[in-house]
């Protein structure tokens, strides 16, 4: 049974013989019955364990059940897991979660409670120390133990045999004897807390303001509390929130730090324990199963104070969140598009409004969606224009390259390469960026025109030297690099062709042969741990050319980099994606604001074909407002978010035709009001992935509700899809 500590939103417990409703962890649109059994003690929220088909799954008691069930078909709760119930605002924000994005309750609750190992308590320590008097029969192993034990200290059963040098036998005959004792020591995550008071920082003028603004009180009828902190890169942003997380600590309540990349982890949790002096709780994939349950349990029983995590931490049980920060909060990597599909920034947002909590957007290049809905004063919009100490934002020009191509068979051109050399001259460090791992992202056979294509994906197979191979960035099919060409056979005619990050690299390498150059992408990195110390290197100026994809684009401090060398702007370009300027512009001003954040001055060359680009124009002048309005106008007029409401519905499965007539048909049977437009079907842009054909059919209409209410309706009349077919749900779409 629960604890009585736990917190309890219903008085109300579930007694013996009630029926009570379970979400449980399955595509279904509904909450099971459940009969409470003889002696067990349910009340809204318990997390407990349910028969569903032949197993036994993780549910979530969510209220009374309404449903009339037969009473001979209703199975009973078989088991009370021992964890603190889910309260009542994530219990109403996983069903907000669940409608808006149309997903099954259930499989957004899952988010929540996870796996079972989650639920357990780790093991108590056993533990020993002296409680009697010493044994009659001395032993030299036994006098030993003795001898190095201090009394009243408490020692591991093994760390005090290896202290004493003896076997733990030795201890057991010890304890037998009366002379230890045995005492179990329960681990308690978050022992230390985050002091608000640690080492507080000097803050500038600007960031003071900032400070002030951020944690004035917010509006007062408990609506909507969200801040976007738009700070030029080096602006201290992360001093700033660090101040709004002290002030939410004072008051005795939760904060979270949501991060776009788990890359960026380990930088801000060294950097909130010397603000704060103590670590906070961290989560994301890249941690191990044991810390994953501390910082759960720990956060649902209020021990754990702040956490620093991926977007999956928006759906862990905090007792009492009070701030809910987003940084780098234009990132795509905040939407998931797996299972359930939802933008961790725009539902951290719901998540605040249940928990009356504030939300602070921080970048240094805003969605377009949140700057529009700062400027219509639905955000507090809270600016800091300057970089700290007073250091000028790096200088940018476009390397034309019509006018001074790189040579043959090179990439660089001669006004960058110069630019190394003199950097390099001056002992300062360089970052040539290219977002694009591997080798080359084709590879093509000279004689017949063969080119290497994934068979799962319709993708080019991307070449890697490092460790020749071929491998598909989307599905992580790989291959070893063929001799041949399978398709003619010859054997001296497979050429690699445009640049990857590795290919840069090796251009470096044999124009400055004597330069430390170091290649920064995620599948080069050997682990979080390894790249930690990488990126260490490089801050510590052990690196003089560092080589990378977006990977070093974002959140790093490289106090010795002074020149940033974008090798190819125009990758981000055209491609027909109506959000490409806007990524484009963000990250861009993103990779060259690495550049001169220390006591010296930053240059950021950009390599283009296109340098008159109003987009680039804008990125060149440091004129953020002027980019933002044109997108702003130009999406307007194109009738595309965020003025109207795109819904992504696709249809998925092995069997190509079977997938054409569903998508099809669910067309033909689509009844759109007046102000609602459905799309397509097409070909999804990524036509097959993981082996599964797809199809597109694009939604269009009003924000607000009406679009998923009528997507809602559509789906539920169509034809159940049959074989391994799927239907994926998707509302504000990364790409449309
Ligand atoms: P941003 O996130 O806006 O790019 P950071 O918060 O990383 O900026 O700050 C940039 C650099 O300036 C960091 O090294 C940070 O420690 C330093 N810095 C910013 N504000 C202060 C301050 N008030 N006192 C001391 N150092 C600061
Ligand atoms: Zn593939």
Same mark, same amino acid.
């Not at 090798?567 to 109506?578: H, I, K, L, N, S």
């Given at each position: 049974a629960s604890s009585p500590s736990h917190s309890i939103d219903s008085p109300l417990a579930h007694t013996a013989g009630s029926n009570v409703a379970v979400v449980v962890p399955a595509p279904m649109p509904t909450a099971l019955t459940y009969r409470v059994g003889e002696g067990q003690t349910i009340v809204d929220g318990s997390i407990v364990k349910v028969p569903l088909g032949r197993r036994l799954v993780l549910g979530t008691v969510w209220g009374a059940s309404q449903d009339e069930v037969n009473p001979s078909r209703l199975k009973p709760i078989e088991q009370i897991v021992d964890a603190p119930p889910i309260r009542a605002p994530l219990r109403a924000f996983v069903d907000w979660v669940a409608d808006w994005t149309l997903a099954a309750p259930g499989m957004v609750a899952r988010m929540v409670t996870r796996g079972d190992d989650l639920m357990q308590r780790d093991p108590p320590v056993t533990a020993v120390r002296k409680a009697g008097a010493p044994p009659e029969r001395i032993t030299p192993a036994r006098a030993r133990v003795l001898d190095v034990m201090v009394d009243g200290d408490v020692y591991t059963k093994s760390g005090l045999a290896d202290l004493a040098g003896v076997s733990t036998a030795v201890i057991d005959g010890l304890v037998k004897a009366g002379t230890l004792e045995k005492i179990t020591i329960q681990r308690e995550p978050g022992r230390i807390e985050p002091d608000p008071d640690f080492d507080p920082r000097t803050l500038t003028e600007g960031q003071a303001d900032a400070v002030h603004e951020l944690i004035a009180e917010g509006p007062k009828d408990g609506s909507l509390d969200v801040a976007l902190l738009e700070g030029v890169t080096g602006s201290g942003k992360t001093e700033v929130y660090f101040e709004a997380i002290a002030n939410t600590l004072r008051e005795g309540r939760q904060a979270l730090i949501l991060l776009p990349e788990i890359a960026l982890t380990a930088a801000l949790l060294d950097r909130f324990a010397e603000r704060f002096g103590a670590m906070p709780g961290e989560w994301h994939s890249g941690i191990t199963p044991k810390t994953r349950r501390q910082v759960w349990r720990g956060v649902a029983e209020g021990k754990v104070k702040v956490v620093i995590g991926a977007r999956s931490a928006l759906y862990l049980p905090f007792e009492d969140l009070g701030l809910i920060i987003i940084d780098e909060e234009h990132e795509a990597a905040y939407k998931q598009e797996e299972w359930v599909s939802y933008n961790a920034r725009d539902m951290a947002i719901v998540r605040a409004r249940f928990e009356k909590a504030q939300v602070i957007l921080a970048s240094a290049t805003p969605s377009v969606e949140s700057r529009i809905n700062a400027k219509a004063g639905r955000y507090r919009h809270i600016p800091l224009p300057a970089r700290y100490g007073a250091r000028p934002l790096p200088s940018l020009s476009a390397i034309d390259l019509r006018r001074t191509p790189p040579e043959r068979?090179?990439? /660089?051109a001669p006004p960058l390469v110069e630019a190394v050399r003199d950097t390099l001259e001056r002992g300062e460090q360089s970052l040539l960026f290219l977002n694009r791992r591997g080798y080359a992202p084709l590879t093509l056979c000279r004689t017949c025109g063969h080119r290497f294509e994934c068979v799962m994906c319709s993708a080019w197979l991307v070449q890697h030297r490092f460790t020749q191979t071929l491998n598909c960035h989307h599905c992580g099919h790989i291959e070893p690099m063929p001799k041949a060409c399978p398709e003619c056979g010859n054997t001296d005619s497979l050429v690699p062709s445009g640049p990857g990050v590795e290919r840069i690299a090796e251009e470096v390498a044999t124009r400055f042969p004597d330069a430390r150059t170091l290649v920064l992408s995620s599948d080069m990195m050997g682990g979080p741990k390894r790249l930690k110390a990488e990126l260490e290197a490089v801050a510590a100026g052990e690196v003089d050319i560092v080589v990378g994809t $977006? /990977?070093? +684009?974002? %959140?790093?401090? &490289?106090?010795? /980099?002074t020149l940033v060398g974008v090798? =190819? +702007? =125009?990758?981000? &370009? %055209? $491609? %027909? =994606?109506?959000r490409a300027s806007e990524r484009t512009f963000q990250l861009l001003t993103q990779v060259t604001g690495r550049a001169g954040r220390a006591d010296k001055p930053g240059i950021g060359l950009i390599q283009t074909h296109m340098p008159d680009h109003p987009v680039l124009q804008a990125l060149l002048a440091h004129d953020t407002e002027r980019f933002y309005t044109l997108e702003e106008e130009a999406r307007r007029r194109a009738y595309l978010p965020p003025f109207v409401r795109f819904v992504a519905v696709i249809v998925s499965g092995t069997d190509v035709a079977g997938v054409k007539a569903h998508a099809n048909h669910l067309k033909a049977i689509a009844r759109p009001p007046e102000t609602i437009d459905v799309l397509g079907p097409v070909e999804a842009p990524l036509a097959m992935l993981r082996g599964r054909h797809r199809q597109r059919l694009l939604v269009r209409g009003p924000r607000g509700r009406e679009t998923q209410s009528f997507v809602k309706s559509w789906l539920a009349r169509a034809d159940k899809a049959r074989g391994d077919m799927r239907i994926d749900v998707d509302v504000d779409p990364q790409s449309f």
């Open positions: 068979g090179t990439w /660089l $977006q /990977l070093v +684009a974002k %959140g790093h401090n &490289f106090p010795g /980099l090798v =190819d +702007a =125009d990758v981000g &370009f %055209g $491609q %027909g =994606d109506p």
